[in-house]
């Protein structure tokens, strides 16, 4: 999987609209750019994924670049609950053979404030 | 189904001894995966399952470690005389995953892990 870089933290105040910034300048045609987020104490929960046109969710949107080097995970308000670790990491389409893991940076710890 | 469950949630041994945990994924999932979380790190991969069929491990996963999944549902992560260095939170995780490698489009839904420490 190709790597991603990602500021080690963040910070947001409630009910304010939150950019995560992710880079991938080596991303492949074939990657899909997912988001997880890890809430303290619990394991990661899948967020929100695309491949080259902006996604939306009930939890999020998902902003591509048009050249796909760079992404951004948008929380349109952001809530207390939303204080996480938030990973973006890229998967191959293809991933049927060994490609069976998601691989893991440090991500964005976002801290929440009221 | 009330997602993936892990068990125990909390562990702790004394260094050298045997422990294993157990994992219980959704039950349409045919993709069993276990990885391993340090403080201040993100997880990393040890090892997978498609059905009962381990088809990748991780160098992280030494001779000490071995995962089973047999009749291809729950799983279980044995290791063999735990050294201070394995204290983690082991995180298991399933997906669904269709012919020819392509995933259903929700991705992987994760446990909320096992804590280990070995003391």
């Known amino acids: 999987d190709a790597k991603t870089t990602q500021p080690n933290s963040m910070e947001s105040n409630e009910e304010e609209p939150v950019h995560l910034p992710c880079n991938h300048s080596?991303?492949?045609?074939?990657?899909?750019i997912h988001w997880y987020r890890q809430l303290p104490s619990q394991g990661p929960e899948y967020v929100i994924h695309g491949l080259t046109s902006n996604v939306n969710n009930r939890m999020a949107s998902l902003a591509i670049a048009e050249d796909r080097k760079s992404s951004t995970l948008i929380l349109h308000r952001a809530t207390l609950r939303d204080a996480a670790v938030y990973y973006c990491i890229l998967r191959d389409r293809n991933y049927g053979g060994s490609q069976g893991n998601l691989i893991f940076g440090k991500g964005t710890k976002l801290s929440v404030k009221p | 189904d009330t997602g993936v469950s892990q068990d125990p949630r909390h562990k702790i041994t004394k260094r050298g001894q045997n422990v294993t945990f157990r994992c219980d994924p959704i039950?349409?999932?045919?993709?069993l995966y276990w990885y391993r979380q340090t403080l201040g790190q993100g997880p990393e991969f040890l090892t997978y399952?498609?059905?009962?069929?381990?088809?990748?491990k991780s160098r992280l996963l030494s001779d000490r470690f071995s995962a089973e999944r047999p009749k291809g549902s729950f799983s279980t992560l044995e290791i063999q005389r735990t050294e201070q260095g394995d204290s983690a939170m082991y995180l298991c995780?399933?997906?669904?995953?269709?012919?020819?490698?392509?995933?259903?489009?929700?991705?992987?839904?994760f446990g909320s892990g096992t804590r280990l420490t070995v003391v």
């Open positions: 039950s349409e999932h045919n993709r």
């Open positions: 995780a399933s997906s669904l995953v269709f012919a020819r490698g392509r995933a259903a489009g929700y991705g992987y839904t």
């Open positions: 080596t991303i492949s045609g074939t990657d899909y």
């Open positions: 399952f498609q059905n009962e069929a381990q088809l990748e």
